[in-house]
Structure formats: structure tokens, C-alpha cells
């Protein structure tokens, strides 16, 4: 009997609900304790207690290299690069503005976050909330990757492997910020929960389903005959 699976293009197109959980939970469990002034927060100031990480050696290399997957410049670059590219290969003008209009709303909401809770980096010595000029709530770099690196997949159409790879390095990304003593701890969770939510939307609402494969399927069994099923 010949397999169907009704709207088989677009299933993939839908983000793991536990991910987009997790990105939610990270999120408002970030934000409630930092404005809160709760355990969180504590924990951050006691990361940085001792003092900002040494600037020298491997640890330090390792960590820069990786950060580099939170600059805005390269994957956003890579982000519109590979939505025109995908936009091309279909001939369509409405995939090349969706994802547009998603990459100026990404750098939007992140910055808009920043700008709102206007929050001192770890570089100053003090943590504090509304300083007008500083932007380490969230984090830029965690954000940009974990939001930018799952897009590039998606719209690529990578396999499942690669995608894993694009949320892992979002991840390390996160990690990073930390590790260089760029952002408090809750600056990256915040930013890596920011970033997942708007890389779930973007499933959703920019990335392309597989149309013309799931065509053939409905149009293969819209032609069987009861010998083709037996």
C-alpha cells in the first residue's frame, strides 16, 4: 500500500513545541528575576565575583572564536544571503519579503529589549537596571545566534544533523558571552531564549514548506486506482 501523509511539506515547517517552550520559560524566567532582584541575579554577581576572566590564553581564543556565531554583521549576513538565495530558487518575491521584514524585527526586538532595560555588563562592576546608554540585557550575541543560525538551516533545507548543529552553536554562543565576561549569566539565557522564540516564528511564518513534493503526493493519490493500492 503506498504511504501519504496528509500536508507532508509542511510539517516540517513546524518548530519542537519543547523547544519553544524552553525558549519561553528561559525568557520569562530571566526577565521576572533580574527585575525581581531574585536568585538569578544573585548568581550572576557571584560568577563575576572574582573578577572578569583573564583576556589571554587558549580559554579565552577558544571562547572569541566561538562568540564570533553572535555577530550580527556575519549572520545576518548569512541570514539574508540564504533567503535570497531560497526566494531565487522559487521565483518568490512574497519568501524573500517574509524573511525581510523577520530579520528587521529580530534586530528590532533585540534592540528595543536592550534599549528598555538598559542593564550595566559586568565590565563596570556593578549590576544595575535602567542605566540609560548600556545595553547588556539581553544579550546581542545570543540572541542574533540562536535566532539567525536555525534560520540558515531552515531555509537551506538542511538536514536534521546540520539543524541540531545551528541550535548547539547558538547554544556555545551563549556560553561564550559568559565565558568572556561580555554579559551576566542571565543576559545570555535571555538572549538565547529571545533569539529560539524568534527563530520558532520564523518557522512558522517565513520558512517554505516543500509544496511541489507534497503535490505529487496528492496528485499520485488523487490518481490511484484501487490496483495501484493493493
Known amino acids: 500500500m503506498r504511504a501519504h501523509r496528509p500536508g507532508g511539506g509542511r510539517a516540517d515547517r513546524r518548530p519542537p513545541r519543547a523547544l519553544a517552550a524552553a525558549a519561553a520559560l528561559a525568557t520569562a524566567a530571566a526577565v521576572l528575576d533580574v527585575l525581581a532582584d531574585g536568585p538569578l541575579r544573585h548568581l550572576d554577581q557571584w560568577v563575576f565575583s572574582g573578577g572578569l576572566p583573564p583576556r589571554t590564553g587558549a580559554w579565552h581564543w577558544t571562547w572569541r572564536t566561538i562568540v564570533n556565531g553572535g555577530q ?8 539574508g544571503i540564504t533567503a535570497v538565495t531560497a526566494a531565487w530558487r522559487r521565483r518568490s518575491v512574497p519568501l524573500l519579503l ?5 530579520l528587521a524585527c529580530t534586530e528590532l526586538v533585540v534592540r528595543a529589549a536592550q534599549v528598555l532595560f538598559a542593564r550595566t ?26 535566532a539567525c543560525l536555525p534560520f540558515i538551516a531552515a531555509m537551506a533545507g538542511a538536514p536534521r544533523r ?14 561564550a558571552v ?5 554579559h551576566w549569566p542571565t543576559d545570555a539565557l535571555a538572549g538565547w531564549g529571545i533569539g529560539t522564540l ?12 516543500e509544496p511541489a513534493r507534497d503535490g505529487r503526493r496528492r496528485a499520485g493519490a488523487a490518481t490511484a486506482t484501487p490496483a495501484d493500492d493493493a
Open 162 to 175: 546540520w539543524t541540531i548543529a545551528a541550535h548547539t552553536l547558538a547554544a556555545l554562543v551563549a556560553v
Open 198 to 209: 524568534l527563530a520558532c516564528a520564523a518557522r512558522v511564518l517565513v520558512v517554505p514548506g
Open 121 to 146: 555588563a559586568p565590565l563596570y562592576g556593578a549590576d544595575e537596571m535602567f542605566a540609560a546608554g548600556h545595553l547588556s540585557f539581553p544579550s546581542g550575541h545570543a540572541a542574533n545566534a540562536a
Open 178 to 182: 559568559v565565558a568572556l565576561g561580555y
Open 72 to 79: 550580527y554583521w556575519i549572520v545576518g549576513s548569512l541570514a
Open 98 to 102: 517574509r524573511a525581510g521584514v523577520w
